[in-house]
């Protein structure tokens, strides 16, 4: 289909529009991961500005990756925590979801009002973390997946996606003899995996990124995930004491150690998230239509 001139001007200034804030973006991207790979002769003789490495240098990533040190602990603590954080999370969300999108639950619209509350008004910090500390889960190996383990946002979602499927299957497995765990296991999940792809990259993402729970429930630097070691490097002049401790060797300079460390942290989201990309627009799509 031929474009018009005023068509042609706008798709151009568009694709202009999107390619510059594209380098915005990248820009800083970019200068990171330059900064990481170059040694720091050639970082101070360029005066910190260095776009192009002309020298390739892996030092900093060694250091910080060496076994046994902060972040190599880090690191693994992160991984178990969204992995398990990620499953428990659908467990709860799935299961609330699929209760209040059944209209014969009594007390349903309360309950969901009850729900919507806790996204308008939090308890506030100090009530929380009062509560962590009666629990008696300061510290321990679980509380940064509990605290983050549902998201009522997340679970209107999935509700409003479970609302469109049709209640003839419900019906049918009922009549074979299925529960309601066999349903929801059997039809409604398997149906439902665009939404489920969708909320478990939020969820993802959320337990990745987080350091603040971290920083509020976790002094065991053992225990302690990435984000928090990231945090503690890049916001301090000189390197956590225990990251010098493990490494065992006088440490390269810090501003490379800040740099190697953010794409440490960032590499695996940024390498992830184009192949499930697709599968988060489908299902936040159908998640908005159907509600």
Known sequence: MKLTRGESIFIATN?????????IIMIPFWYVLCVSVTPYSIF???????????????????????????????????????AAGVLFALLLTAAAAYSLAEKKLPGRRIIMLIFVFTMLFKGGLIPTYITIKNLGLLNTDYVLILVMAFSAFNMIIMKSFFEGIPDSLKESAAIDGASEIRTLRSI?????????????????????????????YVTDWHKAPVQLVLRTIISSSSLP????????????????IQMAAIVIVALPMMVLYP????????GMLIGSVKG
């Open 44 to 82: 101070s003789e360029k005066n910190g500005l260095v776009l192009f490495p002309t020298s390739l240098s892996f030092d900093y990533f060694a250091y910080l990756l060496k076994k046994g040190s902060l972040i190599y602990n880090a690191y693994g603590v992160t991984i178990r925590n969204t």
């Open 241 to 256: 004491p225990e990251l010098l401790e493990a490494a065992g060797k006088t440490p390269p300079p810090t501003i490379g």
């Open 188 to 216: 409604v999940l398997p149906m439902s995996m665009p939404v489920i792809a969708s909320i478990g990259l939020l969820y993802m993402v959320t337990y990745w990124n987080d350091f603040f729970n971290a920083l509020l």
């Open 275 to 282: 192949f499930i990309q697709k599968y988060f627009e489908q």
């Open 15 to 23: 694709y202009f529009v999107l390619s510059l804030i594209t380098l």
